[in-house]
């Protein structure tokens, strides 16, 4: 594969002494969008907080462009250029959206990305720029969650669950803008429970269950029978 | 007349003790932890500008200039070195460990300075005054004092909430894990805290030392002037604080009035009042 950004190498990984991820590898090449699909409690939130430095992985288990980074905590991940956007958004409550927008370019990694440029891909953002972020709906948080992700011009996305809890219409909106930030040439690594969404929307899916990849292929490749017996297990 | 008097003076210390507070705030604002050596740490500022003033001849305020960078720096060693190891879910190690600081920091003063009141000289500015009318007075150090709470206070507002550092306190006030995933090293950050905090404890520790005869043992006492105050005050805004520091000084000018005995108890009641009245205190913290 030409230019891998990101490889993973069988992963595994703990919270204390439950092990969520068993020997878990997975290649993302630049300019590539990976889906993570898999059922509830399947590791894939795990699988990207070990990505992002959340959770601890293996020194030679996580390699970015070549060079091992696992153990590298979150804000040194950030500061090679990963960013997370994490479940259930998490938006700093006590900041206004353009102060969460701004924490997000605080490291001053260079790139296309900056304020005008969110606002022009969340023009509603605009709007709302001083506003506490938690008066914001559901759909305009995902919205600033992705933008402080953006802000720090990253070399991968990774993007947990950016459908969980909105409404189909916003869902659309929201996969509407991939092609745009995709054409600045970044690689995404999406987790989703919806897999027609994930699926629509990248060029090859890793399939997990309990901790373990089960099945892997591009998008087109995949019959929704051996989609669904990964995903269940049956 | 003479009430209002007393009651400008209780306002005056009410600057001092918000001084002692504003530190207190923003640690608990930014990590979460409680300082129990707070006190201390006024007191070691207060000893560390008396031997800058009897070293160097200058005046205790000229002082600020040594003491304030020298407390930043011992603030972002503690942090860096001692207190971060300790912060995690729970509350208890940090409570513990500044707590044998406390009793570190006095026995060390002790030894070293032994149990003697001292005071700085400020050259006449403690007993100096200014008439402001028929039978109003206010003297011309408590007015600095309350000049410099202010202008502390209003810094510290202007820091948290208009630049790039005050984001990242707030931010990883909110959200540890996700601050470290925007880029932001949280055990920095809070070493950055820890010395905005004792920066301010060094402002403190010196008025203190020109207003009132200090010794190794004072410390406890003013930590829990500055609890009452940011309690008081609520965890919102850092003019809460100014606000709770003003009402302890308040109330204890007027039970001194009352009563010389009743200083630091007519504090305690007020305090314990404003908690019962409104145990978020005057200006809480708004919850998204």
């Known amino acids: 594969m030409p230019d891998t950004l990101l490889e993973v190498r069988s992963l595994d990984a703990f919270y204390g002494d439950f092990q969520a991820l068993f020997g878990v590898s997975l290649e993302v090449a630049a300019g590539e969008v990976v889906a993570v699909i898999g059922a509830n409690g399947a590791g894939k939130s795990t699988l990207l907080n070990s990505i992002a430095g959340l959770v601890h992985a293996r020194g030679d288990a996580i390699l970015l462009a070549g060079e091992p980074v696992g153990g590298v905590p979150a804000y040194g991940m950030a500061a090679r250029g990963v960013a997370l956007v994490p479940e259930g958004r998490r938006l700093f409550p006590s900041l206004t959206v353009e102060e969460n927008l701004l924490i997000g370019g605080q490291l001053g990694r260079p790139g296309p990305w900056n304020l005008p440029r969110v606002y022009d891909l969340f023009p509603v953002l605009a709007q709302r720029r001083h506003a506490p972020s938690p008066s914001l709906s559901g759909g305009q948080q995902q919205m600033v969650a992705i933008g402080r992700a953006l802000m720090s011009n990253p070399k991968l996305l990774l993007c947990d669950e950016i459908s969980l809890g909105l409404a189909p219409i916003v869902v659309r909106d929201i996969y509407g803008r991939l092609p745009t930030i995709l054409s600045e040439g970044l690689s995404l690594v999406i987790v989703e429970q919806d897999i027609v969404q994930a699926l629509a929307a990248a060029n090859r899916v890793y399939c997990l269950q309990e901790g373990r990849v089960v099945l892997t292929g591009t998008a087109g490749s995949l019959t929704r029978e051996a989609i669904s017996a990964a995903y269940f297990g049956v | 007349m003479e009430w209002a008097n007393i009651i400008l003076q209780g306002v005056l210390v009410g600057g001092l003790y918000a001084m002692f507070a504003a530190g207190l705030s923003l640690i608990f604002g930014v990590m979460r932890l409680v300082n129990i050596a707070h006190g201390d740490l006024i007191v070691l500022a207060a000893y560390l500008a008396l031997v800058v003033t009897e070293t160097l001849g200058i005046n205790p305020l000229a002082s600020l200039a040594f003491v304030v960078p020298a407390m930043a720096l011992i603030g972002y060693a503690l942090q860096r070195g001692l207190l971060n190891q300790t912060l995690g879910d729970d509350l208890l190690p940090p409570l ?72 990242a306190f707030r931010a990883t006030s909110d959200d540890q894990a996700m601050a470290q995933l925007v880029g932001l090293d949280n055990r920095r950050v809070f070493a950055l805290a820890m010395a905005l905090s004792l920066a301010v404890v060094a402002i403190a520790g010196v008025l203190l030392a020109i207003r009132t005869n200090f010794d190794p043992a004072i410390g406890p006492a003013r930590l829990i002037f500055g609890f009452e105050a940011v309690i008081m005050g609520g965890l919102g805004s850092m003019w809460g604080t100014l606000a709770g520091g003003v009402i302890l000084g308040v109330a204890q000018a007027i039970g001194a009035q009352i009563d010389p005995g009743w200083q630091v108890l007519a504090g305690h009641i007020a305090f314990l009042v404003v908690l019962a009245v409104r145990p978020q205190g005057l200006f809480p913290k708004v919850q998204g």
């Open chain 2, 96 to 167: 513990l460990v500044t707590f044998g600081l406390s009793v570190i920091i006095q026995n060390g003063l002790l030894e070293l300075f032994t149990a003697d009141s001292r005071r700085l000289q400020a050259g006449g500015i403690e007993v100096d005054s200014i008439q402001l009318g028929t039978g109003l007075a206010v003297g011309t150090l408590p007015l600095i004092q309350f000049a410099l709470a202010v202008a502390v206070i209003a810094g510290l507002q202007w820091l948290f909430y208009r630049t790039a550092l005050g984001r």
